[in-house]
Nanobody, 128 residues
Framework: QVQLVESGGGLVQAGGSLRLSCAPS????????IAWFRQAPGKEREFVAA????????YYADSVKGRFTIARDNAKNTVSLQMNSLKAEDTAVYYC?????????????????????WGQGTQVTVSS
């Protein structure tokens, strides 16, 4: 069992930056692919970004490409999501998710069903 703990959410003005972190409780997760999803009020939970176990491959939703960067430090057992040029539409609860092993296909990284463990979420609010 992996428990994921997210941190770094908060309130920021449009155009500002935030950095989210995800860390497992009691486990090393170099053998897990990690993703960030988000859910805005009244909307489905949607894919934001993902990173492979080694960190060699990263994936982004079109809506955040060029503004968000996902990275991992397996030595420190953390995954981060650097969010720049934030917009009001980025307001959501952000969730970290972990998948044991590799993805089931080359395009599976964006599917919620692909992930085995989820964090409790951290609120990001962008004021316009």
């Amino acid at each position: 069992q992996v428990q994921l703990v997210e941190s770094g959410g908060g309130l920021v003005q449009a155009g500002g930056s935030l950095r989210l972190s995800c860390a497992p409780s009691g486990r090393t997760f170099s053998s897990y692919a990690i993703a960030w999803f988000r859910q805005a009020p009244g909307k489905e939970r949607e894919f934001v970004a993902a990173i492979s176990r080694s960190g060699d491959s990263t994936y982004y939703a079109d809506s955040v490409k060029g503004r968000f960067t996902i990275a991992r430090d397996n030595a420190k057992n953390t995954v981060s999501l650097q969010m720049n040029s934030l917009k009001a539409e980025d307001t959501a609860v952000y969730y970290c998710a972990a998948k044991k092993g590799g993805y089931s296909s080359s395009v599976a990284y964006y599917r919620r069903s692909e992930y085995d463990y989820w964090g409790q979420g951290t609120q990001v609010t962008v004021s316009s």
